[in-house]
């Protein structure tokens, strides 16, 4: 019988149990002698392994779609495609949502649907309407809402959300209620993080809540972080194990831990990957899909992030399964997650069940089958290599992968589908998800020579599809010129386009008191500090643009809504976002209420390059214009100029951005941006 490649080889004969299906097994030999071997059985003769539960995107942890939703048709109902639609691409069989929390939570702020008690609106943000789209091209996608932050009112003046569980148990379950009665969205799961990662009171409220809500069928993944130590506290307390149906962990590096899997709960990666989507990227995502269950038992993988949509510039750029990241020209990239993913997902879905017997293969790498139950089979093999599957976290331990030759045997007479991706690193011509010539079995024999750093698929499912688009429009740089009155009555989004909110909510506003032309604008709207893990700054700040913008000039109409101690910003070559937005340089030109100016070279105010007198107050329109050229900056205000000959050393590039003091209601209008 010919293998895959072609070569010759004796069929191998071996007697194995009946099961529900055919059994199969491996057989590997030494390249040096193809039809040497070593017998891996895989049958269902002690029985089935675990559960499927799937794979699957996040979007949010945080604002990593931002850009998305900026994006023309039809390159955003492709990128949709790319990532949903069944049997076209990645075909994800979960989507996992950020539940916004008004705070910087990684790369940007995402809105709450509650910013203050009184306040509730299921609008805002874009996870709605991306929830909404996952299911419009798959019905069967699977809802995970996570919260990583909270609105300060949660938290009652503490940065911590959980001396008070019944309101933060309330604040949850509102946005699941939510999420169906505005949206017809039933969230199947929510997570529980937060820094110190457990909490079993909350839980149990939390359960609780929704049961009388109502949403005995929603989930709970507890806790949304680490194996440990609610294992052990689940072990001891029964009430707490009737609570939580998940345990999930970040980045787990494919283990797991024993108590985990004592508690007989589901074990998920329910964050994982984090790495930048290039070729190595790709295996790193291979590796663990495979080894999180091989190793760890874990039946669902969820990749942070779902599409990398946000500034590339911000921290973990383009970590995301593919590339979305210039909604002014059109441009994305299907990167090789995508079709790695593609390997499982395409001929797998959540029910299928795990084979007790996978594992790794003798020479490097490991293999895993899952069946429905109803005579289908997939295999999954990948050979990645150490260095070329390296995730950004956790550490990888050392291991070698070598060429190898895999026999299988399977009873009966039947065809397989077989699909193979090769990243061939040596070469840097990687060919993925490529169908082959299907195997028509007759006696159950064939063999394939796996080379390293490949990823192969066999399957009885013939709907499998590489899905493609014409090429998007070429990549182009933000445009030099960009202008943005905010004069939309009925925004899709609540977020002007291209903004990212790093701290603080920038929301459109529709003033109705006021006739003039600032009727409708761009309004900060939060008056206190949200519930944060991350080094949120004292302002808030949305930045905008290039980051490679150098010489540029910035105006804008600005409006402070507090009297005397208010205070807005207009800034450039702002050279930090996301987890590091506090320490962020640039040049920033501020006025106050109380009837000054200060320009700064740093988001913090520490380091003043120009103050003084301005007669800007509260409650009236002003027009900010920064210029920044070469080493030397200058100011106006109203159309004259307030300061100039400010010194400006570092940084030499960053963003735009618009701003406020503090967490303050403030307005702004008729944004602009020349760059050289």
Not at 165 to 178: E, K, M, S
């Amino acid at each position: 019988m010919k293998s895959a490649r072609g070569s010759e080889c004796r069929p191998c004969c071996y007697r194995m149990a009946r099961g529900a299906w055919a059994a199969v097994f491996l057989l590997l030999g030494s390249v040096v002698d193809p039809c040497s071997s070593q017998t891996y059985a895989l049958n269902d003769k002690a029985g089935l392994g675990r559960v499927f539960d799937g794979i699957g995107g996040l979007s949010g942890g945080g604002a990593t779609s931002r850009l998305l939703v900026n994006y023309a048709e039809p390159y955003r109902s492709q990128i949709l495609d790319y990532l949903f639609k069944p049997n076209f691409g990645a075909s994800l069989h979960i989507l996992k949502v950020e539940i916004g929390g008004d705070s910087q939570t990684t790369d940007g702020t995402e809105p709450s649907h509650m910013h203050y008690e009184s306040d509730e609106n299921y609008f805002r943000g874009y996870e709605w309407w991306l929830m909404k789209e996952a299911k419009r091209r798959n019905p069967n996608v699977t809802l995970i809402g996570l919260p990583w932050a909270f609105p300060g009112w949660v938290g009652h003046g503490k940065n911590w959300p959980y001396d008070f569980p019944d309101i933060t148990a309330a604040y949850v379950v509102n946005w699941i209620l939510g999420a169906k009665q505005y949206h017809d969205l039933d969230i199947q799961y929510v997570g529980i993080w937060n820094e110190r990662n457990f909490d079993s009171k909350y839980i149990k409220l939390l359960r609780y809540t929704l049961d009388k809500n109502g949403l005995e069928g929603v989930r709970i993944i507890a806790s949304d972080n680490l194996w440990e130590p609610i294992t052990l506290y689940l072990l001891l307390d029964p009430e707490l194990g009737r609570a939580v149906d998940v345990i999930g962990a970040h980045y787990p590096g494919t283990t797991t831990v024993k108590e985990a899997v004592k508690t007989q709960k589901k074990l998920w990666s329910s964050e994982d990957y984090s790495t930048f989507n290039d070729e190595v990227g790709g295996g790193c995502w291979a590796r663990i899909l495979n080894q999180n269950y091989v190793n760890g038992n874990m039946t669902a993988t969820i990749s942070w992030n779902l599409v990398a949509s946000y500034y590339e510039d911000l921290p973990f750029g383009r970590d995301g399964l593919m590339t979305a990241e210039e909604p002014w020209s059109g441009n994305y990239v299907v990167e090789s997650p995508i079709w790695i993913t593609a390997h499982t997902t395409q001929f797998t879905q959540p029910g299928w069940t795990y084979l007790q017997t996978v594992g790794h293969l003798a020479q490097g790498g490991s293999y895993v089958a899952l069946t429905d139950g109803t005579g289908n089979l997939t295999v999954v093999i990948e050979t990645m290599t150490h260095d070329h599957s390296v995730c950004i976290r956790p550490p990888l331990p050392p291991f070698n992968v070598t060429s190898q030759n895999a026999t299988f045997q399977l009873q009966g007479s039947f065809e397989l589908q077989v699909w193979r991706s090769q990243f061939n690193f040596k070469t840097k011509k990687p060919s993925f998800f490529e169908k082959l010539t299907p195997l028509k079995l007759v006696d159950g024999s064939f063999t394939l020579n796996l080379a390293e750093d490949e990823v192969y698929t066999l399957t009885t499912i013939t709907t499998g599809q590489k899905g493609s688009y014409p090429d998007p429009p070429p990549s182009a740089r933000f445009p030099k010129v960009y202008k943005d009155n905010f004069d939309i009555r009925n925004p899709p989004f609540s977020e002007a386009p291209d903004f990212a909110d790093q701290t603080g909510v920038f929301e459109y506003y529709i003033n109705l008191t006021d006739p003039g032309p600032h009727v409708f604008t761009l309004r900060q709207v939060l008056t206190e500090r949200p519930v944060t893990w991350a080094a949120d700054a004292d302002q808030t700040i949305s930045v905008i643009g290039d980051y490679q913008w150098h010489d540029l000039t910035v105006t804008c109409d600005v409006f402070m809504e507090s009297v005397k101690t208010g205070g807005v910003f207009i800034a450039a070559r702002v050279d930090k976002g996301g987890q590091s937005i506090r320490s962020a340089n640039g040049v920033f030109f501020w006025v106050f209420a109380d009837g000054t100016y200060k320009v700064t070279n740093d988001l913090a105010g520490q380091t003043v390059l120009a103050e003084g007198q301005s007669g800007t107050r509260a409650y009236g329109w002003h027009t900010l214009s920064l210029t920044v050229k070469g080493q030397y900056a200058l100011g106006q205000l109203n159309g004259y100029p307030l300061w100039k000959n400010a010194v400006v050393l570092t940084p030499k590039n960053g963003w735009a951005a618009i701003g406020t003091r503090s967490f303050e209601l403030a307005q702004f209008d008729n944004f602009a941006v020349v760059a050289g």
